[in-house]
DNA sequence: AGGTTCGCCTGCGGGC
DNA sequence: TGCCCGCAGGCGAACC
């Protein structure tokens, strides 16, 4: 489940050791992931440049590549390894991208294959895929009144609606319920009823949650090129995810669950009243 | 058209 | 020990 924070981590991990060098080769051992690997034309029009850098837009990595660029999305199992170029691959290792003719691969694992290998031409925010994502959380587009007005009229949940990509990009389900719970709003709200003031208080506690888990990432996870669909060393962090039935930190109260859209959805009751 | 549910996949933990 | 079940979840598709 790497959300942003992951995303973000993984990013900074591998892009000093990708940056710069030449895609010499691609090996696929299978292709149906999310979509079909388009192998062919990656090596008709990616392979023989060098990867100029590691994007991140949303939970998308973006690897410029002479005239266009990779798209790598890590579904909620995938990880990306750097190993040593003599490591047989393991049984979900669908894929290494060759690097300065096999001095260095970019390994992706990914057992459930929710994870994506596309090819992107043209300018980035133009493909499907990215076109109508929202702001970047921490970015300065992302505040209060921006929530505040994609929210008028609408009747969905708090927490769908936090979750929601062309809402805002890259918090999943932990971190909604942890931005949902330092801001003291219930999951369940009506988005349409909520006033400035809430929206604001919402903002700050995402880009802050946020922050803290990238800053957690950056110093545990230094080396960290994976993710194993933990939420790494930031969950001992995690005040409401995954801690239904345990006391709350702040008030006492039993932290409880309900379903949102099919999805958990942790909250304590004490703290994150309707109000 | 906004809102909800489904389906893709595999590993894992719990119950028996 | 082994089997079945439910759950995890990003996100596009399908549905109401």
Same mark, same amino acid.
């Given at each position: 489940m790497p959300e942003l924070p992951e995303v973000e981590t993984i990013r900074r991990g591998i892009a000093p050791q990708v940056s710069g060098r030449v895609l010499s080769d691609l090996i696929l051992r299978r292709t149906d992931l999310r979509w079909p690997i388009p192998g062919e034309q990656l090596r008709r029009e990616a392979v023989g440049h060098p990867i100029r850098g590691v994007e991140r837009r949303g939970k998308y990595l973006l690897l410029p590549c002479g005239p266009g660029r990779l798209l790598l999305h890590l579904g909620m199992s995938g990880s990306l390894h750097l190993p040593e170029p003599d490591l047989p691959p393991g049984k $979900?290792? $669908?894929?290494d991208l060759v690097l300065d003719g096999g001095q260095r691969l970019l390994r992706l694992r990914d057992p459930r294959r929710f994870g994506a290998l596309l090819w992107l031409t043209g300018a980035p925010e133009a493909h499907p895929l990215l076109a109508r994502l929202g702001p970047e959380p921490l970015g300065e587009a992302f505040h209060g009144d921006h929530l505040h007005r994609l929210a008028r009229g609408r009747r969905v949940a708090l927490k769908n609606f936090l979750m929601d990509g062309r809402v805002v990009v890259g918090v999943g389900n932990i971190y909604a319920a942890e931005a949902l719970f330092r801001a003291g709003l219930h999951p369940a709200l009506v988005v349409g009823r909520l006033d400035a003031g809430q929206w604001h208080r919402l903002a700050a506690a995402v880009q802050e949650v946020l922050t803290a888990a990238i800053a957690s990432g950056g110093t545990s996870l230094r080396d960290y090129v994976k993710s194993d669909g933990k939420p790494g060393y930031f969950k001992q962090a995690l005040r409401v995810y995954g801690r239904v039935g345990q006391a709350c930190g702040r008030c006492g109260t039993v932290i409880e669950s309900l379903r949102l859209g099919q999805r958990a959805s942790c909250f304590c009751p004490g703290c994150q009243g309707r109000g």
């Open positions: $979900h290792d $669908h894929l």
